[in-house]
């Protein structure tokens, strides 16, 4: 079963290093997105399996508004995981992440091989 996983943020070296670090999974399909509102308008193209989401982003929506967007949409809700990135790791913002409905909050610099095992789990509690 293939995976559709999109990856929205406003650095090129972090979509780039996500890329590289997803690669490695079977039966993977990665799509970028480098704003808010191009990740909110693919997801709901796309529907994908997991979103990987920065948090600060400029323009209209940043990855808390778009994390809350995908889990309200009936269509995309229910079925899509999403890992939240951020430098930001202080309590409210951790509790923002909560209020949202992110499944998974990662710190900037993260290990690549954290990520790949955070979304494994995901991916295999995805079904």
């Known amino acids: ?18 890329n590289l670090t997803l690669q490695h999974l079977e039966d993977a399909e990665l799509h970028e997105a480098d704003n808010g509102m191009d990740g909110w308008q693919m997801a709901r193209r796309l529907r994908p399996d997991l979103v990987l989401l920065d948090v600060m982003m400029p323009g209209e ?22 890992i ?5 790791a202080q309590k ?14 990662l ?3 993260f290990s690549p091989l954290k990520l790949l095992d ?3 789990d995901l991916l295999s509690r995805h079904g």
């Open 1 to 18: 079963m293939t995976h559709r996983i999109l990856i929205v943020d406003d650095q090129p070296d972090i979509r780039k290093l996500v």
């Open 61 to 82: 929506l940043d990855g808390f508004q778009v994390c809350e967007k995908i889990k309200k949409d009936p269509e995309l809700g229910p079925g899509t995981r999403i």
């Open 84 to 88: 939240l990135l951020t430098a930001r």
């Open 92 to 105: 409210e913002d951790l509790e923002l992440g909560e209020r949202v409905a992110c499944d998974a909050y």
């Open 107 to 109: 710190t900037k610099a």
């Open 118 to 120: 955070l979304v494994d």
